[in-house]
């Protein structure tokens, strides 16, 4: 029977050399050596995290942080290092999502298995 | 260099096979197999969702929710089979969430790294 945690540092490893992580690992230090595309990331990302904190206290966002936010993410997406990173985050999600559904498999199957009786 | 996805697979293998887990199952399948301890169990989670769902809508909770909702608590508290459910499902909880802070490490390092700069 292996171990849980030899498991997880196996599959830590499949990740760190996968070449989903290698790709994004180039994408974001392209983007974090370039000071201009550094400063639009940042604020892209500070803008995004601003907003999902306020809507997760239950806080009202205004018709002016709507726009504000759009303009932010217009202008990173016309960023070629940025979109590029961008996609790579993406790529590394999906991956990271379906570990995550495969590993909580026997979990949903014990709570699902009853819920049908 | 191992597979992502193999590797998850058998991350997956060693969830199912410990005792952690089969602990679990044994705890929840004697909880389902006890008509009135099924429906204690079904009262509290559905009571926990109920609220957890408002908060995340940002909708307020009534004092009379928060004291239904803590009677519902300490019901189950002192239900020795659904107490014992609750400790293994918290057990388990602790394990996915290390398994998670493992897999998801490369990526700490490489947004944590820049953030130090
Ligand atoms: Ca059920
Ligand atoms: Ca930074």
Avoid: C, W
């Avoid at 994408?27 to 990302?45: G, L, S, T």
């Avoid at 996609?87 to 999906?94: A, I």
């Avoid at 590993?103 to 199957?109: G, N, Q, R, S």
């Amino acid at each position: 029977m292996a171990n849980i945690y030899d498991s997880a540092y196996d599959l830590e490893k499949a990740v760190r050399e996968s070449q989903e992580f290698q790709d994004l690992k180039t994408a974001y230090e392209a983007v974090m050596a370039d000071e201009i595309a550094k400063k639009m990331f940042d604020d892209f990302r500070n803008t995004q995290l601003e907003l999902q904190q306020k809507q997760m206290q239950g806080m009202e966002i205004t018709e002016e942080e709507v726009e504000k936010a759009k303009k932010v993410v217009e202008l990173v997406q016309q960023h070629d290092q940025i979109s590029k990173l961008m996609e790579q985050e993406q790529k590394l999600n999906v991956l990271i999502n379906d570990v995550s559904r495969i590993i909580t498999k026997p979990l949903e199957e014990l709570y699902g298995a009853q819920e049908q009786q």
